[in-house]
């Protein structure tokens, strides 16, 4: 049996092979067959089966199978992946750092991807379905589900395969992902046995036989469609087995958001578009895939602008200096010493001009900050590495960044703020409200035995509680997660379920009315040992307290309850449950003799006349950690906003113990379709001021679509309404997220309870599911900014001082003091390693205590440029110290104006060693950047600043005394070492001298490192923009083509009019249209019976309106008049002419004012 489930494995990916050997391994029916099977719907399908196979018992037996054993155990093949890199690095020292920053870039790109697919395959694994194999219940991951298994499908199932129903209980499944039907579709063996992968159960249960899986199912069919197919088929081939992964849940996704407009009401079509204008809208859906995600993060940008700045006054300097050393050496030797060129001097020339030539290019080294890039990559790659212990998996590594500017976060409610795990935490039983579960020995035996035997029972037997994976973790919850609750209530009262379940199993119970939508309640029937029934019933307590007629008291007996007692008890139990956010469930039975046996089909009187043993209370508990965590993003500066689908008084209880909302406080609590109200006009257009009257006060947003969340973060993002834009972080974990996740600037997708298409559309994907973990991020995101501003103040020093040195000391004394090789050693080794030590610094709480800096705030603020400019001081006046009276000091000789080919001295070698002491110093100092005071605070949590600090001054050491020639160095003596120390210590004391000067006064210093301006984005970037339109609005482009064709045919008669009206406007400025093609079809939705709003239309090139002449009808009457011919418009009859004037009136503000102005 195994095999010929392999077998299955084997041909499902590749339908070639199907092609060549009608029945591969041993099947039945080909994969066409199959294929063109699950096409069909309801009664068209059920024929099909009867004619081809008799029934279903006659497909199961095609396809090997018995619908009670099923088939033999599966195996699947495995993959590996590996990548190693190795480059041979070449003695150039600017090479090594070009190569240097590549390969940790890309090494660090390829470990981040190695990671994600981990995890996602992970993921995937865990994804898992039941099957019947070898006549036993199996769960196995769904990428493993061959053709031919019998899948056992409850509510809440997210079918990963097509199939085929063979028997089923109430069963309803809703194909809205599919076929955009919102309604659930009854699903039978007699009438529809279809059953659809990508499709949700409702209600009931039942048993099917797979019938194809993989890129053959229906979702898998649209995803092929949709382009992603061939990736996927590539991947599949290469596993070797018929994976059905979670990526139908993408297909489901995309056909989804394509199908949503606004309303997300409009159903789709399955069938691909084959009319030209589809195909051209495939492709550009095609090119539009691969448009880049979003524009450049905000530090990019502000980095880009200042590399550049630095980069051009570099080029100046070292022109400048390469200019200035040729004419002082020209003039002094041909002009003042009068040497005439010869010809055998012609190398020698060559030579110093070479020389001259270096210096400039050293120079310019010396200005570029090489680092910064590094710096940027290990900053985000530590952090990265480190947020994954924090539980954040960033996919995009500048989302790191920018999560330490968001300003507002939009969060899921359940599993991100709460546990996800539904718990009973007040009940009402015996008369007595528990605001706790009760001890077990509170309460009578009767009722403690009469409510154990309710829950276990009457639950589904798929739902349990099972023994914690981990220590320490909580125990698992599997199946319906309100029955979790109460068998978790069952097992609070230190009792337990199993036992109950074992004398009573499923097939002993008589009669099972499942949960749903309408009744809102369940019951289960179950016969008693005399013959008798007894009914056990749970439902919301405000249908099931109208049932009931009795009420077990504190010891057990039964009173009866009046509609009185009802409201009695509403009043004082469920109401105050109600408004901590709970969720009422009653718990009541009813017992039946033997003699007065009901008709078990009506379900009215069946479920009456019941006696209430309990009500409990259940909720989402909040996790503990979550009202600190949202405390410290108050504080930061950062608005929580809950977004959640719940109704809305849990959705405030809940927010009232985070924290989001606080009594006394401004703020709004509103539901999905007052939202819409609020924030649209009488035409059902979003309209942004609309919109930036409701958002700023937002705090809770209950029942809302997908489409609301999308639409609230478009409009805070969108929003002009303080003085920067606001960056926002999106939480989402359904496939319907994805659009929102998509268009904000940082989107987390859930890790354990995503899906897929949830973390194909984020930026990082929370591990745990959990709030906290957010703030993590915001603190990483900080710490990087603040570890590039550091590595800036301490880069920038050594590069204002090399240059002001290698200028000045080659136009006075025609020689750098510092060559090339030292300028490339302090540049690129020491300032990578610099990077590497200022970029990994931990952060700490006290990043949380500050607002966000914002898009506009500049990388180098007044203090740090106060840093920058005030070690700059004292490194040049010691440097020009040592350069020009250095020789005097240590009694040694001038190495000034060398000959070409000399030795290195000991005079450059000393001022040389003592500016990369003043460097290794000047570290320290730059782990502050806000003014602190005390500049060692926390350097020994960072083990990598102190290694990389004394690693530097070791090889330092090598380099001075065996540098020899290359460096230009010569040995030094220990004096002379301890002098070069001491200078270096002093920059510890200087920088409390600098920080004593307040920043205030100071106000001739400027900041650099601005964000990019608005009116500086690339026409690429605007490009790129132009391209981001949403799902919905897309969706709308073919009804404007349509809509514009009409158009061009009322511009001929409006020009007519035109003409009619130019009278009007002689002595007028001409009005223009500021409307373009483009702005008009980003907003498609208006009406042309407005007279209210001035309605942009087409603004007509020159060109169009040659073309418009040249199709305008030959003259039908010879009457013709000036005007109309001036403006190239061709006039009909005198009965046209009144018609129209009199059908567009010209009131300035009427529509055909902005009509006739705008064409």
Not at 839 to 844: G, Q
Not at 1110 to 1133: F, K, M
Request: net charge negative.
């Amino acid at each position: 049996m195994g095999d010929v489930a392999n077998s299955s494995i084997e041909f499902h990916p590749k339908p070639q092979q199907q092609r060549e050997a009608p029945h591969a391994g041993g099947f039945g029916c080909t994969l066409a067959e199959l294929r063109s099977l699950m096409e069909l719907r309801g009664a068209e399908a059920l024929q099909k089966v009867q004619e081809a196979y008799g029934d279903v018992g006659g497909l199961c037996r095609r396809l090997k199978t018995s619908p009670t054993e099923a088939c033999g155990n599966v195996s699947a093949g495995a993959e590996d992946e590996g990548e190693a890199e190795a480059g041979w690095i070449e003695g150039a020292a600017i090479l090594l750092s070009v190569i240097c920053v590549v390969l940790v870039t890309a090494f660090n790109d390829w470990s981040k991807e190695k990671q994600f697919r981990g995890l996602q395959s992970r993921i995937e694994q865990e994804q898992k379905f039941t099957v019947i194999r070898n006549g036993q219940l199996l769960q196995v991951p769904v990428a493993t589900l061959v053709v031919g298994d019998i899948a056992q499908v409850k509510y809440g199932d997210l079918l990963p395969a097509d199939g085929v129903l063979i028997q089923g209980n109430d069963l309803k499944i809703d194909e809205s992902s599919l076929t955009g039907e919102s309604d659930h579709v009854r699903k039978s063996t007699d009438k529809d046995p279809m059953l659809l992968s990508g499709t949700h159960v409702m209600e009931g249960s039942g048993r099917m036989v797979v019938t194809a899986v993989g890129v053959n199912s229906q979702t898998g069919i649209i995803f092929t469609l949709l382009g992603a197919g061939g990736e996927e088929e590539e991947k599949k081939d290469k596993k070797g087995k018929a994976a059905l992964t979670v990526q139908q849940d993408g297909a489901m996704e995309s056909s989804q958001t394509k199908a949503k407009k606004q309303d997300g009401a409009v159903a789709m079509e399955m069938q691909p578009l084959k009319s030209a204008e589809g195909g051209e809208m495939e492709e550009r859906e095609k090119k539009k895939a691969n448009v880049p995600k979003k524009e450049k993060s905000v530090l990019q940008g502000k980095l880009t602008k200042l590399a550049v700045q630095i980069g051009k006054a570099g080029l100046v300097m070292s022109a400048i200096t390469v200019i200035i050393l040729v004419l002082y050496f020209v003039i002094e030797t041909f002009v003042i010493d009068g040497r005439v060129w010869l010809a055998e001097c012609t190398p020698v020339y060559v030579q110093y001009f070479v020389k001259f030539f270096i210096i400039g290019v050293t120079v310019l080294v010396v200005a570029v900050p090489e680092g910064l890039p590094l710096a940027v990559t290990i900053s985000l790659a530590y952090s990265v590495k480190k947020m994954m212990r924090d539980n954040n998996l960033v996919r995009h590594l500048d989302a790191c960044e920018t999560m330490g500017n968001a300003t507002a976060i939009c969060s899921d409610k359940t599993g991100t703020l709460t546990t996800n795990r539904m718990t009973v935490v007040q009940s009402y039983l015996g008369d007595t409200h528990y605001k706790e579960v009760p001890a077990p020995s509170a309460l009578t035996p009767k009722i403690l035995d009469l409510l154990v035997h309710a829950i276990s029972i009457n639950s589904a037997y798929t739902t349990k509680i099972l023994p914690p994976e981990k220590e320490g973790a909580l125990p698992r919850q599997v199946g319906n997660k309100t029955e979790c609750a109460l068998l978790g209530f069952v097992l609070d009262l230190k009792q337990d379920f199993q036992p109950v379940r074992e004398q009573i199993p499923e097939d002993k119970l008589y009669k099972v009315y499942t949960f749903n939508s309408v009744r809102k309640s369940m019951s289960t029937v179950i016969r008693t040992p005399d013959g008798g029934f007894r009914l056990f019933s749970k439902g919301a307590s405000e249908i099931l307290l109208k049932k009931c007629t009795n009420i077990l008291n504190s010891n057990g007996e039964l009173r009866s309850f009046r509609p009185r007692d009802r409201d009695d008890m509403v009043k004082k139990i469920i109401e105050p449950m109600a408004c901590d956010g709970l969720r009422t469930i009653c718990i009541a039975y009813r017992d039946f003799t033997a003699a007065q046996e009901p008709d078990w089909d009506n379900e009215n009187e069946v479920v009456g006349d019941l006696t209430c043993i309990a009500v409990v209370g259940i909720e989402d508990p909040v996790r503990p950690e979550v009202p600190e965590a949202i405390r410290k993003c108050q504080r930061a500066g950062i608005t929580v906003r809950m977004v959640t689908g719940d109704n809305i008084n849990t959705a405030r209880a809940i927010a009232a113990k985070c924290g989001i909302i606080q009594p006394g406080e401004d703020f709004l609590c509103l539901e999905g379709k007052e939202f819409n109200r609020r924030i649209r006009n009488e035409k059902g257009e979003i309209e942004q001021e609309r919109l930036d009257k409701v958002w700023p006060k937002l705090r809770v947003l209950a029942r809302s679509s997908p489409t609301d969340k999308h639409t609230l973060v478009k409009g805070i993002i969108d929003s002009h309404t303080g003085e920067q834009r606001q960056v926002v972080a999106v939480t989402g974990d359904g496939t319907n997220d994805g659009p929102a996740l998509k268009k904000a600037d940082v989107g987390f997708a859930m890790g354990i309870a995503g899906t897929d298409v949830a973390k194909e559309a984020s930026d990082i994907i929370l591990t745990d599911d959990n709030f906290t973990s957010i703030v993590k991020a915001v603190m990483w995101g900080r710490n990087v900014y603040d570890s590039i501003s550091k590595f800036l103040q301490f880069q920038l020093t050594v590069n204002v001082v090399a240059v002001i040195v290698a200028f000045t000391g080659a136009c006075i004394t025609q020689d750098s003091p510092l060559k090339a090789v030292q300028m490339l050693w302090v540049n690129l080794i020491m300032d990578t390693f610099a990077s590497l030590a200022l970029a990994t610094e931990p952060p700490t709480e006290s990043l949380l205590l500050r607002k966000p800096y914002g898009r506009d705030k500049p990388l180098i603020s007044r203090t740090m440029m106060k840093n920058i400019l005030g070690h700059a001081v004292y490194q040049l006046t010691i440097i020009f110290t040592l350069l020009f009276v250095g020789e005097l000091f240590f009694d040694i000789d001038s190495g000034r104006n060398a000959p070409l080919h000399s030795p290195p001295s000991e005079h450059y070698t000393i001022i040389f060693n003592t500016f990369v002491m003043m460097q290794l110093f000047n570290e320290i100092n730059a782990r502050k950047i806000h003014g602190e005071r005390n500049v060692f605070h926390g350097i020994f949590s960072n083990p990598i600043f102190c290694t990389i600090v004394l690693g530097t001054f070791a090889i330092q050491i090598v380099i001075v005394q065996f540098g020899g020639k290359p460096f230009s160095c010569s040995p030094l003596s220990t004096e002379q070492w301890l002098w070069c120390l001491f200078v270096g210590v002093g920059e510890l004391v200087w920088g409390q001298v600098i920080a004593t000067i307040p920043t205030s006064q100071l106000k001739c210093l400027k900041e650099a490192g601005h964000g990019p301006g608005k009116d500086e984005m690339t026409d690429e970037e605007l490009a790129e923009g132009e391209e981001e339109i949403d799902h919905a609005e897309r969706e709308l482009r073919r009804g404007q083509i349509l809509w514009f064709r009409g158009l061009n045919r009322i511009q001929t008669q409006i020009r007519v009019v035109k003409a009619f009206r130019s009278s009007l406007y002689e002595g007028l400025e001409k009005p223009e249209s500021k409307t373009s093609i483009h702005n008009f079809m980003a907003t498609p939705e208006f009406l042309i019976n407005d007279y209210t709003h001035n309605i942009p239309l087409i603004d007509d090139t020159d060109v169009d309106e040659n073309e418009e002449r040249l199709r305008a009808p030959p003259p039908p009457s010879p009457n013709q008049n000036n005007n109309a011919i001036d403006s190239g418009v061709y006039l009909t009859t005198h009965g046209t002419k009144s018609a129209t004037s009199s059908l567009f009136s010209s009131r300035p503000g009427s529509p055909l004012h902005s009509v006739e102005t705008s064409l």
